[in-house]
C-alpha cells in the first residue's frame, strides 16, 4: 500500500493519530486577488498561476506552505505531531505519523488553494526542509520503519560518545593516509567532518540503534537497513516508498551525520569503519537545488521536487544570507546561529561547527558556514509550560516575565539535554541557580527568556574570535522571536541590535527558493542573489540595548559561573 494510501484509509476511517493545533491560514499577495465563493468551488472556474510549495518539516510540527514570487504566503496548513519521552533525556519520533502529517497538510493546503481560486496546478514544485540529525531506519524490503526514529535532541547517547572518545585515543582514525590517536585524532575527526564528537550528530544515534535494538541490528546485518535523516525518509516516501521511492539526502543535512567528509561531499569510508556502518544503509548525497523526483500520489502528483536542506541552512537562504559575512539565528525548539564563510571551510577553535550551507546544484561549488548550535531555547518555554504548569500558553511567558525588571538573581542554565555549542558537554546538566524566598515564578520565566540570550552571546562570542568579525546587528527569525521582551533581554544582554523581520517564514521560504531556483521558476537562482531582489523584501522590527555596559558585564559574568556548575553533572561509562 502506498503511503498516501495508508494516510487515506487513516484519516477517513477515524483513526488519524495526528491533531490540527494551527488552522490554515492565507496571507495571499495583494495581486492575487480571491474569486467569489461561488466561483472556487467550481473547478472549471479557477485560475492557473505559478507557486512554489514548501513541505517544512520541524521536531513538533509539520506545516506545507505556498508561495507566490514575492514570498507572500498563498495557503498553508500546520499540524503538530506526538512526542514519546519514554526514559529521562530521550526523545523519539514515529516516522510514520510525520508523514501522515505531511501528506494531510500538503492536502489541505491545496484545498484552501483551491478555495482561493487557484488550481493546484498552479504548484509547480516543492522544496522540503527538516529537523536536521533525527534519526530514521527502515526497511528496504517493506518500506517500514524497523524502529522509532531518534530526535535530534536525544542524548541518551552519553556513552557511545565517551566509548569514541576513548576509541580515537586508543584505535585513532585514518586520515590523509596514517592513523590519528589522541588529541590528533579528535582534530582529523574535526577536518574531516567539522563537527565533534557528541549526542547530537547521527552516526552516533545510528550506532546506539545498532547496539541496543534487535529491528535495527538484524536488517543492518542482512542488508535490509534503510538509514536517513527526516528529508530522506521523506523524499523516500513521497516518491513512492517501497515502489520506486529514491534514497537520498542533501549536502546539508548528510553534513551533520559524522559520516560525510566536508571537502568532498562524499561519505567517508574511514568515518564508516570507524563507527561500524555498512554503506549499503547510505542514501545517495544530491545537492541542495535540483529535481531529485515527483510526487508520486496525491493532489500534487507528478510535482518536481526540487530543493532540500535542512532547517538552519534554509533559513539562512530564506533571509538571503547568501555572501561570506552574513549571518542570522533562528530560535525555535532550539536556537541556531549560522554565519555564511563563503566557499572557504572555517576550522573553529573555539566550539563552533564547520557545515555546508548549501550546494546550488550537482556542479555548484558548496558554500560553508560556521554554526552555533544551542540545544534548548523555545523548549525551555514549553517545560514551563507543560512540565512545570507555570503557563497555559507559551505566549504567556512574555506577560509574566514582564512583572518583574530583572530576575532577581535567578539563573537558568537550560542543559536540559546537555550542553552544545561553544561548550559541548553532554554531561552537563540543567540548573535554576540563585533561588531565594523572594523567588517567584516571574523571576524564572525571565531567567528562561535571559538564558537564550546568555547562550547567544556565548556563540557570538565565539564567532567573533574564529571569523574575527564583531557582528553589531543580529538578524533573527524562528516563532520565539514574536515576543517583544525576548527580543529586548537579547539585545540587551547581547549588547547589539536585534533586527526582527516582518516576515519571519524563512525556513520553508528557504527551501521553496532552492525548487525554484532549480526548475528556473520566476528567474530564480540562488547562485545570482540579485535574482532574488523581489523576494522578502517587508520591513523589520529593531531592538536595541538599553542596558548599561556595566550591568551587561555583571550578568555574563554571572551567567558563566552558572554554567561552570552545572557542567560534569551527568555520569558516563564506556560501553563496548
Known amino acids: 500500500m502506498s503511503g498516501f494510501s495508508t494516510w487515506l484509509k487513516r484519516a477517513t476511517s477515524g483513526h488519524s493519530r495526528t491533531q490540527s493545533k494551527t488552522d490554515s491560514k492565507t496571507a495571499p499577495s495583494a495581486i492575487l486577488k480571491s474569486p467569489t465563493k461561488e466561483s472556487a468551488t467550481t473547478p472549471a472556474m479557477l485560475r492557473h498561476g505559478e507557486f512554489v510549495g514548501s513541505l517544512d518539516c520541524g521536531t513538533t510540527s509539520t506545516r506545507f506552505m505556498i508561495f507566490d514570487r514575492y514570498a507572500n504566503v498563498v495557503a498553508q496548513h500546520q499540524i503538530e505531531f506526538p512526542q514519546y519521552y519514554p526514559q529521562p533525556s530521550w526523545h523519539e519520533h514515529d516516522a510514520e505519523e510525520i508523514m501522515e502529517t505531511c501528506n494531510s497538510c500538503i492536502e489541505e493546503a491545496c484545498v484552501e488553494l483551491e478555495k482561493l481560486g487557484w488550481t493546484k496546478e498552479s504548484v509547480k514544485a516543492i522544496g522540503i526542509t527538516n529537523q536536521r540529525e533525527t534519526t530514521v531506519a527502515w526497511s528496504r524490503k517493506t518500506g517500514k520503519p524497523v524502529s522509532r526514529a531518534i530526535v535530534w535532541d536525544d542524548s541518551r547517547t552519553r556513552n557511545n560518545v565517551t566509548h569514541f572518545t576513548n576509541q580515537l585515543n586508543s584505535v585513532g582514525l585514518e586520515f590523509e593516509g596514517e592513523v590519528k590517536r589522541g588529541e590528533e585524532g579528535v582534530q582529523a575527526l574535526k577536518k574531516l567532518t567539522g563537527l565533534p564528537l557528541s549526542t547530537y550528530f547521527s552516526a552516533i544515534k545510528l550506532r546506539w540503534m545498532l547496539d541496543h535494538w534487535e529491528t535495527v541490528r538484524k536488517a543492518h546485518d542482512e542488508d535490509d537497513l534503510l538509514f536517513g535523516t527526516v528529508e530522506s525518509w521523506i523524499v523516500y516516501c513521497l516518491t513512492g516508498g517501497v515502489n520506486g521511492g529514491i534514497h537520498v539526502s542533501d549536502v546539508t543535512n548528510a553534513s551533520r551525520t559524522l559520516l560525510m567528509n566536508l571537502s568532498k561531499l562524499q561519505w567517508d569510508p574511514a568515518l564508516l569503519k570507524f563507527f561500524g556502518i555498512k554503506p549499503s544503509v547510505l542514501p545517495k548525497i544530491v545537492s541542495s537545488s ?23 541552512q534554509a533559513a539562512l537562504i530564506g533571509n538571503k544570507c547568501l555572501n561570506q559575512g552574513e549571518a542570522k539565528c533562528t530560535y525555535g525548539t532550539g536556537a541556531f546561529l549560522l554565519f555564511c564563510t563563503g566557499g572557504d571551510i572555517v576550522q573553529s577553535q573555539h566550539g563552533l561547527l564547520s557545515t555546508v550551507a548549501y550546494q546550488d546544484g550537482p556542479n555548484g561549488k558548496p558554500v560553508y558556514a560556521l554554526e552555533g548550535s544551542i540545544g ?115 539585545a540587551d544582554l547581547g549588547g547589539f541590535t536585534v533586527i526582527r523581520p516582518e516576515m519571519r517564514e524563512s525556513t520553508a521560504l528557504g527551501s521553496a527558493l532552492l525548487a525554484g531556483s532549480a526548475i528556473g521558476l520566476f528567474n530564480w537562482n540562488i547562485a545570482k542573489p540579485e535574482t532574488l531582489a523581489d523576494v522578502n523584501t517587508a520591513g523589520d522590527n529593531r531592538f536595541t540595548p538599553q542596558m548599561s555596559d556595566e550591568q551587561r558585564e555583571k550578568a555574563w559574568k554571572g551567567w558563566q559561573r552558572a554554567v561552570e556548575r552545572a557542567r560534569g553533572w551527568q555520569e558516563s561509562v564506556d560501553e563496548e
Open 376 to 490: 534548548v531555547a523555545g523548549s525551555a518555554i514549553k517545560w514551563l509550560r507543560d512540565s512545570m504548569y507555570m503557563v497555559a500558553t507559551a505566549a504567556d511567558v512574555n506577560t509574566l516575565a514582564a512583572k518583574v525588571p530583572n530576575t532577581g538573581g535567578v539563573y537558568f542554565v537550560t542543559a536540559l539535554g546537555g550542553l552544545l555549542a561553544p561548550y559541548w558537554d553532554p554531561s552537563a546538566s540543567g540548573l535554576l541557580i540563585g533561588l531565594s524566598s523572594y523567588t517567584t515564578p516571574a523571576h524564572i520565566a525571565r531567567a528562561t527568556l535571559e538564558a537564550n540570550a546568555f547562550m547567544t552571546r556565548a556563540v557570538l562570542e565565539s564567532m567573533k574570535l574564529d571569523s574575527k568579525v564583531d557582528l553589531k546587528h543580529l538578524k533573527v527569525d524562528g516563532g520565539m522571536t514574536n515576543g517583544d521582551m525576548v527580543m529586548s533581554i537579547l
Open 290 to 312: 535540483e529535481v531529485y523526483g515527483d510526487i508520486a500520489y496525491g493532489s500534487l502528483k507528478g510535482v518536481k521536487i526540487a530543493g532540500l536542506a535542512g532547517d538552519q
